[in-house]
Nanobody, 125 residues
Framework: VQLVESGGGPVQSGGSLRLSCAAS????????LAWFRQAPGNEREGVAA???????TYTDSVKGRFTISHDDTKTTFYLQMNDLKPEDTARYYC????????????????????WGQGTQVNVSS
């Protein structure tokens, strides 16, 4: 399973970006997917997660501003980011769990075996 992120770039504070995560496989059943971010000198932080039952989880700092979703085929996932702040500046990664009947949509990185290479988001004040 390969995951490829896109959609990052520079944006001014208060602006919006939509990140995409495409699974480059023929047929994939992605059970859970999450978005993480990492700024220089910081640990990788879980931002948003989508569980196998469709429920979502967000870290407190992005609640009400970020939305995780997927397309009908569940091979492309999105992170809509609104009202961006300079503290959102980081490299954003998508991560997936594949082929299980249930997963909870954790914001911890350990449960996710598949990761993309990341896309950089820079928010200027």
């Amino acid at each position: 399973v390969q995951l490829v992120e896109s959609g990052g770039g520079p944006v001014q504070s208060g602006g919006s970006l939509r990140l995409s995560c495409a699974a480059s496989v023929h047929i994939v059943h992605i059970s859970c997917l999450a978005w993480f971010r990492q700024a220089p000198g910081n640990e990788r932080e879980g931002v948003a997660a989508l569980a196998s039952d469709g429920s979502t989880t967000y870290t407190d700092s992005v609640k009400g501003r970020f939305t995780i979703s997927h397309d009908d085929t569940k091979t492309t996932f999105y992170l809509q980011m609104n009202d961006l702040k300079p503290e959102d500046t980081a490299r954003y990664y998508c991560a997936a769990i594949v082929g299980v009947d249930y997963c909870s949509g954790s914001l911890w990185p350990r449960p996710y075996p598949y990761w993309g290479q990341g896309t950089q988001v820079n928010v200027s004040s």
